[in-house]
């Protein structure tokens, strides 16, 4: 079944929106808790699984569940269709400060491969599945484990990044090396692998962590530069100084983690 085709528009700056036009009949996919407004006509139905196409029937849309299930999603995600005769508008938003970012899926070859809180909303068919990791290094060291979230179809997906956003191609073979939660998201044809920074006193000392993510083309990659867990970890560190409960100067680096495990009770 061919992907409804939406119109969309991004808000704001470092909190954005995306607000979608609907024709009438047309319907979007979020993930759960993601809505922000919308507008009288919009039918709003919550269903196991992605809702495509491809989950037809018991068994599928357990799969689909099931899928969803290991990536740390809902196992629910919920539909928006316009069942009003003109056209009418629904919104998503991010949980935090970032880019929105709009991928025509046709435009990647079909299949785009993301961390598994990246994704947003797409066009209603368009299927969220899994990616295991083959190598044992991206799967152990690489900061999104063993599975990343597939989108796959031929319509237009949204995913979000924290902070500033940044898209490079890659040339066959070209490598670059970057810390590994700052990868959003990558075209299939994109070799992944995590690769040991290469010093003791940098990866003790260093605050960057022991490992650096390796993608090497060709294809098109996406970063962000403030992603989730690094947000998080400032704002426990700042926190525990605050109250008199440890430093948070060191809590990308061993010796931070280390320290925060003797504060632990």
Aim: proline share 3%; charged share 20%; glycine share 18%.
């Amino acid at each position: 079944m061919a992907m409804d085709v939406i119109d969309y528009q991004i808000h704001g700056d470092d909190m954005q929106f995306v607000e979608v036009e609907l024709d009438p009949g047309e319907a979007a996919v979020g993930e759960a808790g993601t809505m922000f407004f919308m507008e009288d006509g919009i039918q709003m139905d919550t269903v196991f699984g992605d809702g495509s196409a491809a989950q037809g029937g018991l068994m599928g849309k357990l799969m689909g569940a099931g899928k969803r299930l290991l990536t740390g999603e809902s196992l629910f995600t919920t539909v928006f269709v316009n069942g009003a005769s003109g056209k009418k508008r629904v919104a998503f938003s991010a949980a935090y400060p970032g880019k929105i970012i709009p991928i025509n899926l046709p435009d990647v070859g079909g299949t785009l491969l993301c961390q598994k809180d990246a994704f947003l909303c797409a066009a209603k068919g368009v299927s969220l599945g899994i990616a295991f990791q083959k190598k044992l290094g991206a799967g152990f060291f690489g900061g999104e484990g063993f599975i990343l979230q597939k989108l796959e179809g031929d319509g237009l997906a949204f995913v979000h990044a924290g902070g500033a956003v940044i898209e490079r191609v890659l040339k066959p073979g070209e490598v670059l090396r970057v810390d590994t939660g700052c990868v959003v998201a990558f075209e299939q044809g994109i070799d992944f692998d995590i690769e040991y920074v290469g010093k003791i006193k940098t990866a003790l000392f260093g605050g960057e962590g022991m490992f650096f993510a390796t993608l090497r083309g060709p294809g098109r990659i996406w970063l962000q530069s403030l992603p989730l867990a690094r947000l998080a970890n400032r704002i426990v560190g700042a926190s525990k100084l605050a109250a008199g409960g440890g430093s948070g100067g060191e809590q990308g680096s061993v010796l931070g983690g280390i320290s925060n495990l003797f504060e632990r009770e």
